[in-house]
């Protein structure tokens, strides 16, 4: 059943009555609703949207201060996610992982995280100064892909680590892929740990029911969801659910103060006011249509010579886990084609005018959302057909596949991450770094999971990994303008890796 109270949008509302009173400013921001901005730009984008780009006023409530419409658009949001508190965020999920993290790891706690977390979870962890223990995903190799982690893995993490009093996943990860949330936060809260969900590619999950739950309603602690990467969110605005139980809320609200801008973007809180508004009250229609055009393209794709899409049905013939998966998201395999992910995207991108979210190896990601139409698939759908034409039947890639699988994260580590990381470090050739110790977080992007962490030791086979998706055109962030590689000069705590 519809809740009315959902239709309300107090932030917006508040905003436009404000923009429309027209009252003389003389307060930040320096364009005064536009008077100030340049013509190029305001002939370009209209008028209206400045006189919206506000402040913290009377009127419209403060986001560092919540009393007033933004508090009680927080709420909403709360309420439609089944949260006991949700906060806007206007620095994307980067920011809200940094204060989930900042406001239950205290330094030196140990945290267990999966080891597919964003770049992000990562920086959080260094910030805080707790250490992190790492567990891998389950991998599978017909699909050449992570999958998630898997109840029992996480299970195996969380019993041979009493001590961690967190436990950090990430879910779906960037391919749609789910893990059993129910089941994992259940058995964690059993042995009394905090569960944090990097939910960034699922805020429309708690809207459909033919999609897998959300981290909210598997009881997770918190989550945070990156609103504009999947549903009506401007760029960089996120929400951070969190539940009572376990999470001190004066603790998480004094961290978003200290973490988030001063002066945040009241266009970014709007669009989250509104986003949530068009999800309570019609994200179950609207979801409907995203799941038939990705599904209907999905089959029409999985006819074409050389490409592979795999849906539900592949994924539960895994033997390993209880996956589910967010079937909006078409994870389409080219390696059949004799050309990696990056080549298919870029030609797609040049010779057809599509553009993709991502591309990896053997893949490309394509997100359908509700901002999708059906001529915006045929041409998708019309596009591969035209590249499997051209191409299928050279198998020219195939031969290197191997040699692009993700290798197991380094089991060596000579000192904690935020130690690593302000060392006195040296940038050396990839080649002379093995043996090293990182002090840069590395990530090959997308979608910018950490291979190195500051702290770890180098390994030859991610030296390997580096050097080969840097061949094959992949951007490998944490290295400097000539490709090389920091580590720490003079390893502490008579390291191993003084060679
Ligand atoms: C799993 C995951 N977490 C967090 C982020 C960061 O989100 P944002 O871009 O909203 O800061 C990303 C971005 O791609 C991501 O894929």
Redesign the pocket.
């Known amino acids: 059943m519809k809740d009315d109270q959902q239709f309300k949008t107090p932030l917006f509302d508040a905003m436009v009555s404000l923009a429309e009173s027209r009252k003389v400013s003389f307060h930040t921001p320096g364009h005064k609703s536009g008077k100030g901005i340049t013509t190029r730009f305001r002939k370009f984008v209209g008028p209206k949207i400045f006189s919206i780009d506000l402040t913290t006023l009377d009127e419209i409530d403060s986001l560092q201060h919540p009393k007033g419409v933004i508090k009680a658009s927080q709420s909403l949001a709360a309420k439609a996610y089944g949260a006991d508190r949700s906060f806007f965020l206007v620095n994307?999920?980067?920011g809200g992982?940094h204060a989930m993290i900042l406001s239950v790891c205290p330094p030196e706690t140990s945290v267990l995280i999966a080891r597919n977390a964003?770049r992000?979870i990562i920086a959080g962890l260094l910030f805080s100064g707790a250490h992190p223990v790492f567990f891998s995903p389950e991998t599978c190799p017909d699909l050449k892909m992570q999958l998630n982690v898997s109840f029992e893995g996480t299970k195996a993490a969380i019993d041979a680590h009493p001590e961690a009093r967190v436990l950090i996943l990430?879910s779906p990860n960037?391919y749609g892929i789910t893990a059993d949330l129910p089941e994992i936060v259940a058995y964690a809260h059993e042995k009394g740990k905090i569960v944090l969900v990097?939910e960034?590619?699922g805020p429309h999950l708690h809207f459909h029911p033919a999609l897998p739950g959300s981290a909210m309603s598997a009881n997770a602690d918190i989550a945070v969801q990156?609103t504009?990467?999947i549903i009506g969110g401007m760029t960089q605005a996120?929400m951070l659910h969190a539940k009572a139980e376990r999470i001190d809320m004066a603790t998480l609200s004094s961290v978003l103060k200290m973490t988030q801008s001063t002066s945040p973007s009241y266009i970014l809180m709007a669009s989250l006011d509104l986003a949530r508004m068009q999800m309570a009250t019609e994200g179950k229609k609207l979801l409907k249509k995203a799941i038939r055009l990705a599904g209907d393209a999905r089959e029409k794709i999985n006819k074409i010579p050389g490409f592979f899409c795999f849906g539900e049905e592949t994924l539960s013939l895994q033997k390993t886990g209880n996956w589910g998966l967010d079937v909006t998201k078409l994870t389409i395999n080219v390696e059949q084609l004799g050309l990696t992910g990056f080549q298919v995207s870029q030609i797609l991108n040049k010779a057809y005018q599509v553009q993709v979210e991502m591309a990896d190896p053997f893949h490309v990601l394509v997100i359908v959302s509700i901002g999708d139409r059906q001529e915006d698939l045929d041409q998708l759908v019309q596009s591969l057909i035209e590249i499997s034409k051209q191409h299928f039947g050279h198998l020219r890639g195939k031969a290197r596949a191997a040699s692009f699988v993700l290798p197991p994260f380094p089991e060596k580590t000579t000192m904690g991450p935020r130690t690593a990381f302000y060392q006195n470090k040296v940038f050396v050739d990839l080649k002379t770094a093995v043996k090293n110790t990182a002090s840069q977080i590395v990530t090959v992007y997308?979608?910018?999971i950490p291979i190195l962490v500051p702290g770890e030791v180098i390994t030859r086979e991610i030296i390997q990994y580096l050097e080969n998706m840097i061949l094959i055109g992949a951007t490998v962030d944490g290295l400097d303008d000539d490709g090389k590689i920091a580590i720490v000069r003079e390893p502490e705590y008579g390291s191993s890796a003084s060679h």
């Open positions: 994307g999920t980067t992982n964003h992000s990430t960037y990097d960034a590619h990156s504009h990467k996120s997308p979608p910018g």
